[in-house]
């Protein structure tokens, strides 16, 4: 069973810190935030592809609803209203303004929930078919102990640069779902990129068990995956690739 996947907005440069927080099942997919400073034309892209995360299931469903869509304004303020966020609305009406309501609504029903799929589509990231990457270190430390923060480390080398798309980490648990958080990253030229990140491999206190599975982090041994893409990590869209996945194990050891 796959998991929800958590786009914590965060743009990969070397030696990010970020946190892998575990994810309830069933959670809503989310984006916990848009960057404060739109800088259209340098980084619209990522902007857009957190947008999209939060926005398309609901802006596919107005335009399904709509029947006859109108103009920007019209969706936008919908996507707004539905979504009681002023920051939606507003990239709403700029990227739905950069294509035409035509093509925006073409675009929204094409990518089918895709987000990288859309914004490629509406012209604002950059597509690059020549990438590639390569994972050279994945670790977990410590590599065996018992419950508590551990430290996942991994490095990618890319020769030609990557196209924008995302990582995605996949801690497989014991004794329920997979964890799994991803991290977008934009078109990148060549090189090595390290990267770090917290993994609280402890119970969530203030994870609420009527609001779905608390994972407990019991003792055995986890499988840690990460896969570094071109696009949507296994989308079957065109501008898609899995460009690399590698897999290590941690143990948790009783108390
Ligand atoms: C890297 O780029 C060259 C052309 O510049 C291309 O021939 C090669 O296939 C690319 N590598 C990958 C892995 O796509
Ligand atoms: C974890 O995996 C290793 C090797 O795959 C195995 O030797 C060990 O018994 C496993 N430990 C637990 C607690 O399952």
Not at 13 to 33: C, D, E, F, M, T
Not at 81 to 99: F, N, P
Request: glycine content about 10%.
């Amino acid at each position: 069973m796959k998991s929800v996947l958590l786009v914590l907005g965060l743009i990969a440069v070397p030696a990010v810190v970020g946190y892998l927080q575990p994810l309830k099942p069933h959670a809503k997919s989310q984006v916990v935030s848009l960057p404060q400073h739109m800088k259209v034309g340098l980084d619209l892209c990522p902007t857009c592809i957190q947008f999209t995360g939060e926005a398309i299931n609901e802006l596919l469903n107005i335009v399904l609803n709509l029947g006859v869509v109108g103009s920007c304004g019209k969706v936008c303020s919908l996507l707004e209203q539905k979504t009681g966020s002023e920051a939606l609305g507003l990239v709403c009406d700029l990227l739905c303004d950069y294509v035409g309501i035509d093509e925006f609504v073409k675009f929204i029903q094409k990518a089918d929930l895709d987000p990288f799929y859309f914004c490629e589509l509406v012209k604002v990231c950059p597509i690059f078919e020549n990438g590639d990457a390569e994972i050279t270190e994945l670790s977990v430390t410590p590599a065996s102990g018992p419950q508590g923060q551990k430290t996942i480390a991994f490095s990618y080398t890319s020769k030609n640069g990557t196209g924008t798309g995302e990582m995605i980490v996949v801690v497989e648990t014991v004794d329920g779902l997979p964890i799994e958080t991803g991290f977008i990253h934009d078109q990148q030229p060549a090189g090595s990129y390290p990267s770090q990140f917290n993994l609280k491999a402890e119970v969530d206190p203030n994870c609420d068990p009527t609001q779905g599975f608390c994972e407990q982090w019991l003792p055995g041994n986890y499988t840690v995956r990460v896969d570094v893409c071109y696009g949507e990590c296994g989308s079957a869209h065109p501008h898609s690739k899995i460009y690399d996945r590698k897999q290590t194990q941690f143990i948790i050891t009783p108390q």
